[in-house]
């Protein structure tokens, strides 16, 4: 009997059930729309963070470089001049620690031993400055006459001296020492080998190289070609391509070749550590700057932070300004299907009067009336779900491009060539984002339950007003 009644009260009423289930779907729909776009704008932002960071690293750890003294911190080349008959090019480079002061190689092993620490890897971030170039020597041209000597009476030819000079070009390209026995974590693993290989376990002292694309395209180096630093020749076994954005440095070499180079037998500039269990991180950086003094301990919420651009600004309004928006509608479509609901039943007066009068207890009609708004909103849930769907659809199909700029921070944290990695703190990078928007089960979920609690509480508003009805309020509606 519920169903047959509910079943032919529906049909009577399709326009009133389609206006209730309307406005509950708008409010559904706008949640799935913002719930997606959120979703993608938190995968685009990990997409970013991953450039900067390393796939599976959660935190650096890294020591501020200290303020340079007098003429400290500044290369020096020294050419000879003199005796340079044939005019030939002389070279010089210089191999200089990055961004960081270096810490002890032991400081990755106490931090590995760190309560939640997973792994921890060292690298070393260098800047390899070169000079080349040549001098050229003068000409002296003679001018007619000649100058009387001093006491021995001798000429001089009277001239100048033209021409000569010198020509020096200078390149700086960034090295990055790459601990070859753990190449899960750190900056090299936001690239992907395109060309050769990668670096092999056992390479932990050999001269060879793995070259970024872009740095390979412009020098043009190839995987078999050999490279030269500081008088040390090395053979490109690869060639990387980072995912998004720069790579963390124009070559990555061995982590003991690069000590060597630099003059810093084990020592290294950044700490990558990976945390046993996401969840507590923040546990691990509070017990790691206990336990390790003087570091900063950064992590990928603190780099997020130094996010800006359109990326930023899009995902600050939808977790506000959208999120809130997606309420205050839900929450008057769930009062509008109440108003409606209890605004049918006024108007169905004489009918649940007579359905009482026939014998039907209030807690049936409180029922009937509840399942029919039940109805509406499990239908406004479906349409909710069908236009929500379809907003995301547009939205991953237009793909709109958002700007990501990445900016340092003040602790080391640059974007670009980033934090603790090659490039500095004081790099920044402009990257490209598109966006998409997931749908995941969860929303859909969530949508279902949203359909629910709407037809429930329009339910309630009018199951509450047909309870109240009495079987004296339909005489008085007879005419």
Avoid at 102 to 117: M, N, P, R
């Amino acid at each position: 009997m519920f169903f047959t009644y509910l079943r032919r009260e529906l049909r009577r009423r399709r326009k009133a059930a389609l206006v209730v289930a309307s406005g509950l779907a708008l409010g559904i729909a706008l949640v799935i729309i913002v719930s997606s776009v959120s979703s993608g704008m938190s995968k685009a932002q990990d997409k970013v963070l991953e450039s900067l960071y390393g796939l599976g690293t959660d935190m650096t750890v890294t020591k501020a470089a200290a303020a340079p003294g007098s003429g400290n911190g500044r290369p020096k080349f020294e050419f000879d001049a003199k005796g340079n008959d044939d005019d030939s090019t002389q070279s010089s480079d210089r191999v200089l620690v990055q961004g960081f002061q270096t810490l002890a190689s032991s400081t990755v092993d106490t931090i590995g031993k760190q309560d939640g620490v997973a792994d921890a890897v060292g690298g070393l971030s260098l800047n390899v400055m070169k000079v080349d170039g040549q001098f050229k020597r003068g000409e002296f041209e003679q001018q007619g006459g000649t100058a009387q000597g001093g006491r021995g009476g001798s000429t001089q030819p009277q001239g100048e001296v033209r021409g000569g000079g010198a020509s020096f070009d200078v390149n700086s390209y960034t090295v990055y020492g790459t601990d070859v026995t753990k190449q899960a974590l750190g900056p090299l693993t936001s690239s992907k080998i395109t060309k050769g290989r990668a670096f092999k376990a056992s390479e932990t002292d050999a001269e060879v190289a793995v070259v970024d694309s872009a740095y390979a395209k412009e020098k043009k180096l190839a995987v078999g070609k050999a490279v030269t630093i500081h008088g040390t020749k090395f053979t490109i076994v690869g060639v990387s391509t980072a995912d998004s954005g720069d790579a963390a440095a124009d070559l990555y070499i061995p982590l003991k070749q690069a000590q060597t180079l630099a003059d810093s037998k084990n020592k290294v500039t950044t700490v990558y550590v990976k945390a046993a269990d996401s969840q507590q991180i923040d546990h691990v950086k509070s017990t790691i700057q206990k336990n390790v003094s003087g570091t900063t301990v950064t992590t990928s919420a603190d780099l997020a932070d130094t996010v800006s651009g359109s990326l930023s600004t899009a995902s600050d309004l939808a977790s506000s300004v959208g999120k809130w928006l997606s309420i205050a509608v839900l929450v008057a479509a769930f009062l509008v299907a109440g108003l409606l609901t209890s605004s049918a039943v006024s108007r169905r007066v004489r009918e649940f009067g007579t359905l009482k009068a026939l014998g039907w207890k209030s807690g049936r009609v409180t029922r009937q009336v509840v399942g029919e708004a039940l109805v509406n909103g499990l239908l406004g849930g479906v349409l909710g779900i069908a236009v929500g769907l379809a907003g995301a659809y547009v939205v991953t199909s237009i793909s709109p491009t958002l700007t990501a700029q990445l900016g340092s921070s003040g602790g080391g944290m640059g974007g670009g060539r980033f934090m603790g990695g090659p490039g500095g703190p004081s790099a920044s990078k402009t990257l490209d984002v598109a966006l998409t928007a997931p749908v995941s089960l969860s929303i859909i979920l969530i949508a279902v339950a949203l359909a629910v609690a709407g037809g429930l509480i329009a339910g309630a508003f009018g199951g509450w007003r047909a309870s109240r009805l009495r079987p004296a309020d339909a005489l008085r509606r007879v005419e």
